[in-house]
């Protein structure tokens, strides 16, 4: 049974187990509601919770671990008498997880018969064939050994998924049977669903912190490997990124500076557009605009967000790139020549400002007009006017969360990728020439892992150093927007 249908069948138990349990409930009661300590629907959510939720848990925690487990089983059947010397156990069980993967395929496709998959498998050239019919290319070094641990990974993974249907579908009617036997006219049912869904909502709450603790520890585990094969005082003060890909990192020339300032060079100048317009923004719609104007502009200006970066890529390379050249350019109309090319720093600057406007217009607005009226209708009672009512007293109670909309567009902004690789170009310089062509870190870590990556090169986990130094700027950006907000709530207060 695949997952889907798995999936399927628990809804459908789960659905069953609410309507049968709720009806035992009211049979307990003779049909009389008043006589239950809970609603009747109660008895339903806990039936349906008591099916679905043990086995859920069970079956994703079945298929994470299913494959890992399979993995290191069919691993240890290779001996090092295997593995020849550019050859390696990962790249081994890449080979074998793609040959069980495309039998399944050409089975599922009608291409052959699950009984013929062991006699195609025999003949190396023709399982290639049929493996490329489907999609999957074998590359020239796949031997009969890994052919054969495939037939073994998927004989073994077809055995552990009828095991995990059975032990999903018996959890799931276990709860049932142990719901229906707990309900009665004087069973608890609120007050046991109100404690199950709490603790949902607490596993919940735990999963988003284990999941950023498992981004961190990646990213640290990664960066420690990578200082170990590149000196990390190079790393951080090298004024040069030259990347060779020609091993072990001996001849590459990985410094971090011309990427940091290519980094924050664009992000600066795009909040630099989207700041002042955005804020400007804000205040017109919810201080001066009427509610018809509002009404059609803030849902126009929001349609922004709502654009693909890819687009608004496009967008600079093609038309805010060639619009700059003509006026700064070498024969442009200005007669300078600041710009010798479309993909400029100005370029990605301007088209991510524009990106972002909805950001810091948009949160700021909602910041804006959560503001009580109170304290607008006391500014105007001693006299002040409308403009000194929203300088001196609107922003300034507004100013946190302002700072938090600015700080959210900070943060989108250097983790931008696709317009900085249309706009902005490819060069890692250090240049305080806004019309020159430069690039980011987020850049570069797409480019240092696309394509066949050795992740035992200094080459390839240097993007994890990346991501580990973009990560640290934007946790100090958060820390000082903080202060900056305590410091001024102080003084408002």
């Not at 009828?162 to 049912?189: C, E, H, K, P, Q």
């Not at 989108?412 to 980011?440: C, D, H, K």
Request: aromatic letters at 10%; a negative charge.
């Amino acid at each position: 049974m695949s997952v889907a249908w798995l999936l399927t069948a628990l809804v459908l138990l789960s659905l069953a187990g609410f309507f049968i349990v709720k009806g035992r409930a009211l049979a307990s009661a003779d049909g009389d509601r008043r006589s239950l300590h809970s609603l009747p629907n109660y008895y339903g959510y806990n039936a349906m919770l008591l099916v679905f939720v043990p086995a859920f848990f069970v079956m994703c925690a079945w298929l994470v671990l299913q494959p890992i487990l399979i993995g290191a089983s069919v691993s240890s059947e290779f001996s090092e008498q295997n593995l020849t010397e550019d050859m390696n156990m990962s790249l081994v069980m890449s080979d074998v997880r793609r040959v069980a993967d495309g039998l399944d395929q050409a089975i599922a496709k009608g291409a052959i018969g699950e009984d013929e998959a062991e006699e195609v498998a025999a003949d190396l050239d023709g399982l290639k064939t049929l493996l490329s019919s489907v999609g999957v290319v074998l590359g020239s070094d796949v031997s009969d050994d890994i052919v054969a641990s495939a037939q073994d990974y998927r004989g073994m993974a077809g055995t552990w998924s009828v095991i995990r249907d059975v032990v999903v579908l018996i959890l799931a009617v276990a709860g049932f049977a142990y719901a229906w036997s707990r309900t009665n006219a004087s069973f608890r049912a609120r007050n046991t669903v109100e404690r199950a869904v709490l603790a949902l909502l607490i596993g919940a709450a735990f999963i988003a912190i284990l999941t950023t603790v498992g981004i961190i520890y990646s990213l640290i585990f990664n960066t420690v490997e990578f200082f170990r094969l590149y000196p990390a005082s190079e790393f951080f003060f090298l004024l040069e990124w030259a990347p060779s890909f020609s091993g072990r990192g001996g001849s590459s020339s990985l410094g971090v500076l011309p990427l940091l300032w290519g980094t924050l060079y664009i992000s600066l100048v795009a909040l630099a557009v989207a700041v002042p317009v955005g804020l400007l923004s804000a205040i017109y719609l919810s201080e001066y605009a009427s509610p018809a104007v509002r009404g059609i502009a803030k849902p126009l200006l929001e349609v922004l967000a709502g654009i693909p970066t890819i687009v608004y890529g496009l967008f600079a390379l093609l038309t805010v790139g060639p619009f700059l050249v003509s006026f700064f350019g070498d024969e442009g109309y200005l007669g300078v020549n600041w710009m010798g090319g479309g993909t400029a720093v100005m370029t990605a600057g301007l088209v991510m400002g524009i990106m972002l406007i909805p950001f810091v217009s948009s949160l700021s607005d909602d910041i804006i007009n959560a503001v009580p009226q109170a304290m607008r209708d006391g500014s105007l009672g001693i006299g002040a006017t409308q403009s000194e009512t929203i300088r001196q007293v609107v922003l300034p109670a507004a100013l946190p969360g302002i700072v938090g909309a600015i700080l959210l567009a900070a943060s989108r902004a250097i983790g931008e990728t696709m317009i900085v690789v249309l706009g902005a170009g490819a060069a890692a310089r250090l240049s305080l020439n806004p019309f020159e062509a430069m690039t980011t870190i987020t850049a570069k870590i797409v480019s240092q892992l696309t394509g066949d990556s050795d992740f035992a090169s200094p080459e390839a986990l240097v993007a994890f150093a990346l991501g580990m130094t973009l990560f640290i700027i934007t946790l100090g950006l958060n820390v000082f927007a903080l202060f900056i907000v305590r410091k001024y709530r102080e003084q408002y207060e």
